[in-house]
């Protein structure tokens, strides 16, 4: 089928992104490792659909397809989660710094 075509290409540009950014510094060890386990995912699930079907039935989801859906959601609400307190700790770091410079100058 194209469509796993397109996803099996989407999966090696992605690859290679990681890599890049990996090599740059731009992403930490643990980030690489978690999306290439993403990415590898997808690309699993895309060749070998009946994987869905066998975790669908061991969780009990009457349709297979209703699984990626699931799994999706609760992983984009986790990773709103983790950046919703990354942000709240950069945004009291910026406030203590702030702080310490009006200080420095006030004082």
């Known amino acids: 089928m194209i469509i ?4 099996l290409i989407l999966v090696v540009l992605m690859y290679f992104k990681l890599l890049i950014d990996l090599k740059k510094g731009k992403i ?3 980030r690489f490792f978690f999306w290439l386990f993403i990415w590898t995912g997808l690309s699993l ?3 070998f659909p009946q994987i869905v079907l066998f975790f669908s039935n061991l969780i009990g989801i009457e349709r297979a397809k209703d699984l990626p859906i699931y799994v999706s959601i609760i992983l984009l609400f986790y990773l709103l989660f983790k950046m919703s307190i990354r942000t709240e700790e950069i945004e009291q770091g910026i406030t203590k710094i702030v702080k310490k410079i009006a200080l420095e100058k006030g004082g």
């Open 45 to 47: 699930i895309t060749y």
């Open 4 to 7: 796993q075509w397109v996803i």
């Open 28 to 30: 930490s060890l643990r």
